[in-house]
């Protein structure tokens, strides 16, 4: 089946590659530890981060950067708020 | 209160965890914050903060450490005759914080009401990401499937169980959340708690 498109998300990233070569990509992420979603029919694979890495990090209490948009599209980090003390607040409209 | 405690060297940072920034723009400009006001739609903070449910709150001190992990808050008592949270708790608790009256939580503490993610949880969450790549390739069906295999590997995951039913079809408020929650809250299992002392 080489030839056929197949899509990586990676990091939040979709990359098409050959589905060979995906194959590889989702083999190589799971025995590295990481969390791989895989659709065969979808051709689609998706590359998590591992509950031993996210763990390390929550554990140290060093609370862990993030950067997203605001309405406008306007990017914004919560290490541009160190010297402040911050509520963050996760909501949603469900 | 933002604006009375932001001279203190304080923000707040809210993140509308929503399948678009359309569905959570009439609450942000209804509140006219003065804060950052930020869209996640693809779960990036509830992947790195271990997030199953919303309302989430942390406090994050001046120096980015985490003094208050995951908890429970709402900012009014627009909930309270169903969570049976008062929105004072919170807000007296913050206000003492940031007026530096009182320390955060000790560390042992904190750590104690840390939850830390799972393999499980892990998996759930990249069965997430890629449904929720495929919702937006429109791939409706496929996404769904693995919206539901994200659930069943973490059922406490409200972020994902809940949050993904506007995807799905199914109403969020409606009946097949309330079953979801009964059956959740019959097998012993806390919704909301109060907050953490």
């Given at each position: 089946?080489?030839?056929?498109?197949?899509?990586?998300?990676?990091?939040?990233?979709?990359?098409?590659?050959?589905?060979?070569?995906?194959?590889?990509?989702?083999?190589?992420?799971?025995?590295?530890?990481?969390?791989?979603?895989?659709?065969?029919?979808?051709?689609?694979?998706?590359?998590?981060?591992?509950?031993?890495?996210?763990?390390?990090?929550?554990?140290?209490?060093?609370?862990?950067?993030?950067?997203?948009?605001?309405?406008?599209?306007?990017?914004?980090?919560?290490?541009?708020?160190?010297?402040?003390?911050?509520?963050?607040?996760?909501?949603?409209?469900? | 209160?933002?604006?009375?405690?932001?001279?203190?060297?304080?923000?707040?940072?809210?993140?509308?965890?929503?399948?678009?920034?359309?569905?959570?723009?009439?609450?942000?400009?209804?509140?006219?914050?003065?804060?950052?006001?930020?869209?996640?739609?693809?779960?990036?903070?509830?992947?790195?903060?271990?997030?199953?449910?919303?309302?989430?709150?942390?406090?994050?001190?001046?120096?980015?450490?985490?003094?208050?992990?995951?908890?429970?808050?709402?900012?009014?008592?627009?909930?309270?005759?169903?969570?049976?949270?008062?929105?004072?708790?919170?807000?007296?608790?913050?206000?003492?914080?940031?007026?530096?009256?009182?320390?955060?939580?000790?560390?042992?503490?904190?750590?104690?009401?840390?939850?830390?993610?799972?393999?499980?949880?892990?998996?759930?969450?990249?069965?997430?990401?890629?449904?929720?790549?495929?919702?937006?390739?429109?791939?409706?069906?496929?996404?769904a499937?693995?919206?539901?295999?994200?659930?069943?590997?973490?059922?406490?995951?409200?972020?994902?169980?809940?949050?993904?039913?506007?995807m799905r079809g199914i109403?969020?408020?409606?009946?097949?959340?309330?079953?979801?929650?009964?059956?959740?809250?019959?097998?012993?299992?806390?919704?909301?708690?109060?907050?953490?002392?």
């Amino acid at each position: 089946m080489a030839g056929t498109k197949f899509t990586v998300i990676d990091g939040g990233r979709a990359a098409e590659v050959d589905e060979v070569e995906g194959a590889a990509v989702a083999k190589r992420a799971r025995a590295s530890g990481r969390p791989v979603a895989v659709d065969l029919d979808e051709r689609a694979a998706y590359l998590g981060v591992s509950a031993a890495e996210r763990a390390k990090a929550l554990a140290s209490l060093e609370a862990p950067d993030f950067t997203l948009p605001d309405l406008d599209g306007r990017r914004h980090s919560l290490s541009e708020h160190r010297g402040k003390k911050v509520l963050l607040v996760a909501y949603a409209s469900w | 209160m933002y604006d009375e405690l932001r001279e203190l060297g304080f923000t707040v940072i809210t993140v509308a965890i929503d399948q678009s920034a359309e569905d959570a723009r009439p609450w942000i400009e209804a509140a006219h914050p003065t804060h950052p006001s930020l869209i996640d739609t693809t779960h990036v903070l509830a992947d790195l903060y271990n997030i199953v449910n919303v309302p989430t709150i942390l406090w994050i001190d001046a120096r980015g450490r985490i003094v208050r992990p995951n908890d429970v808050a709402f900012g009014t008592d627009t909930f309270k005759h169903i969570t049976g949270l008062p929105a004072a708790t919170h807000l007296a608790a913050l206000r003492a914080w940031v007026r530096g009256e009182t320390t955060a939580l000790p560390e042992a503490r904190i750590r104690a009401l840390q939850s830390l993610p799972t393999d499980d949880d892990q998996q759930a969450r990249a069965e997430f990401g890629l449904g929720e790549w495929l919702f937006n390739q429109g791939r409706t069906e496929a996404a769904a499937r693995h919206f539901a295999k994200a659930g069943e590997l973490a059922p406490h995951d409200f972020t994902i169980r809940r949050g993904t039913m506007p995807m799905r079809g199914i109403d969020p408020m409606g009946r097949e959340f309330r079953e979801m929650l009964g059956a959740w809250v019959k097998a012993g299992n806390p919704y909301y708690r109060p907050l953490a002392e």
